[in-house]
């Protein structure tokens, strides 16, 4: 049985039951730190009487999160209300149910219903936020694309899935390929020289480029840069003038587009054919890279 402490401390509580959070919280505002298992998750939701939809999406983060050991004690609490309710922590608990592994966490509990109103209204720190703090370069063009590299090494050619990585994946996926920082830089450089296509998707097929022949890919990107010495037909210079056009008659361009012209370019060159017009039907998959 876990001893209530003074609410600007905490002690270690091991897997409480329910009943004994509910006689602690009913003392008042009081911090713990436990250990919540998947039964303790479940009977904690049972009195999440009045919180926000569940969002299916974070949940699903959450439970890769867990499953995969990237869920540290990061002074984030889960809250209840002096008579039990869960009025924060929701998805972390639904997660925990789900993943079926136990998370060590803060808890406050014993708190009045109505503070319910004042939680969660901060920002939530992205995944450029988090590499900005590991004084990583270029952290927001970095960020956007890890997220676009997840995506593509799990099939997803169109870019339109819901689904996002965590930020914990965002790092495990760095970790595997840094060369990717390159990409970011290169990709950085080749939008100052033309700000035609966002610095996401350069870098992106800088990466994928790059697997493929790393001589070609230097070259490529210094052209789609500078269009220095580009004859009539070149596959650059289509790519140069359709989005230079497109973007002047429609203003944006998915991005997946952006990604599909800079690989059919890409292609082309490889194939040493030349292209007069740029032309992706709408909606469909970005080709592989040859």
């Known amino acids: 049985m876990a001893t209530a402490v003074a609410p600007n401390l905490a002690m270690l509580a091991p897997e409480l039951t329910i009943d004994e959070l509910n006689q602690l919280a009913a003392g008042g505002p ?12 479940k009977a904690l939701l ?5 919180n926000r939809n569940l969002r299916e999406a974070t949940v699903g983060d959450y439970v890769r999160d867990i499953e995969s050991g990237e869920w540290p004690l990061n002074g984030e609490t889960i809250k ?4 039990g309710d869960v009025l924060d922590g929701q998805h972390r608990l639904t997660a925990i149910e789900k993943a079926g592994v136990p998370v060590e966490t803060f808890m406050v509990i014993g708190l009045p219903p109505e503070t319910q109103a004042t939680m969660d209204a901060g920002r939530r720190r992205t995944t450029a936020d988090a590499l900005t703090l590991n004084d990583e370069s270029h952290a927001t063009a970095l960020a956007s694309i890890i997220r676009r590299v997840w995506a593509w090494k ?10 996002s990585p965590t930020t914990a994946e965002c ?17 950085a450089r080749t939008r100052i020289a033309f700000p ?11 990466w994928l480029f790059n697997a493929v022949d790393s001589g070609e890919c230097a070259e490529f990107f210094a052209r789609v840069g500078d269009g220095a010495e580009l004859p009539v037909g070149h596959p650059i210079l289509a790519l140069r003038s359709r989005v230079t056009s497109e973007r002047a008659k429609e203003g944006t361009i998915p991005w997946a587009r952006h990604l599909a012209y ?8 490889r194939e040493d054919r030349t292209l007069s ?14």
């Open 30 to 41: 009081q911090a713990l730190r436990v250990t919540i298992t998947p039964s303790l998750a």
């Open 46 to 50: 049972k009195q999440n009487t009045k």
């Open 80 to 83: 209840t209300a002096i008579n």
């Open 154 to 163: 799990r099939g997803d050619r169109k870019f339109n899935q819901r689904s």
């Open 171 to 187: 790092r495990a996926l760095l970790k595997q390929h840094p060369e990717i920082r390159r990409s970011a830089e290169i990709a």
């Open 196 to 206: 035609h296509i966002p610095a996401s998707a350069l870098g992106t097929a800088h």
């Open 262 to 269: 800079l690989v059919h370019a890409w292609n082309a060159q």
């Open 277 to 290: 017009r740029m032309v992706v039907k709408p909606g469909a998959p970005v080709p592989t890279p040859k």
